[in-house]
Each structure stands twice: as structure tokens, then as C-alpha cells.
């Protein structure tokens, strides 16, 4: 059973025609959000051209939503798991949109690189 083919309407955050937005349940931030297409596909690879638009249009408009409701929101890391190998666990693709916030971690440069350990710093 697929945890994100049965999501409940009071948990939205935003929905459109084809994608959803709810609150992550194991947040690495205030504010961690996923953007999840309707429709169950295993991961980016395989959603429809119109599938990603609604994604991304659920990006922006998720993100404008944290930064009007917290101002120490400064960036975001939107991230995707797209295989076991790559780190995702649950097979139905979702878009992670972060929250950071200055000074979250000590030096925030290489960002998303720094899922190899010892590859972010450059």
C-alpha cells in the first residue's frame, strides 16, 4: 500500500489538477514540505511533461506560502530521490522543498552535494 495514494484532504497544503503539497512527516526543518503528483509514478523519471508543471507550480506556490508565514526562511533545497541506490523509501515520487534558514548549519556551501559524505566541500 502506497502512503501516498491515500492521502487525506484536511492534511493539503496546496493541490492543483495533477499534484499535491502536504507537510513532511519527518520534517529536517519547520516547514519541509513534499510536492507529490497525484497520479502513483515510481519517481521523476517517470511523470508526464504536464505531471512536472503541476509539481512545479506547487513549488512556488508552497514556498511563497513558508516565507509569508516565517521571514527567518532565507533559501530552500527542493530535492528528489529517484531509485533505492539514491536514497528513496517510499516508491511514489515526491519533490522535498526545504526551508533554511542562516546559520541552520555551519557552512551551508555545496548544499545538495553534500549527500556523498566528503563531496560538498569544494
Not at 507529490?36 to 509514478?41: L, V, Y
Not at 530552500?76 to 534558514?101: D, K, M, S, W, Y
Amino acid at each position: 500500500m502506497c502512503p501516498f495514494c491515500e492521502i487525506s484532504k484536511k492534511n493539503l497544503l496546496a493541490e492543483n489538477l495533477l499534484a499535491l503539497a502536504i507537510l513532511d512527516s519527518f520534517p529536517v526543518t519547520t516547514g519541509h514540505t513534499l510536492v507529490i503528483p497525484k497520479r502513483h509514478a515510481t519517481d521523476y523519471f517517470d511523470l508526464t511533461v504536464e505531471e512536472v508543471q503541476s509539481c512545479h507550480e506547487l513549488l512556488c506556490v508552497t514556498k511563497q506560502q513558508i516565507i509569508s508565514n516565517d521571514r527567518s526562511v532565507e533559501g530552500f533545497n527542493i530535492g528528489l530521490n529517484a531509485g533505492e541506490v539514491a536514497g528513496q523509501t517510499i516508491f511514489h515520487c515526491h519533490f522535498h522543498l526545504i526551508p533554511r534558514r542562516r546559520g541552520d548549519v555551519p557552512d551551508p556551501r555545496g548544499g545538495v552535494r553534500h549527500v556523498i559524505p566528503g563531496k560538498g566541500t569544494y
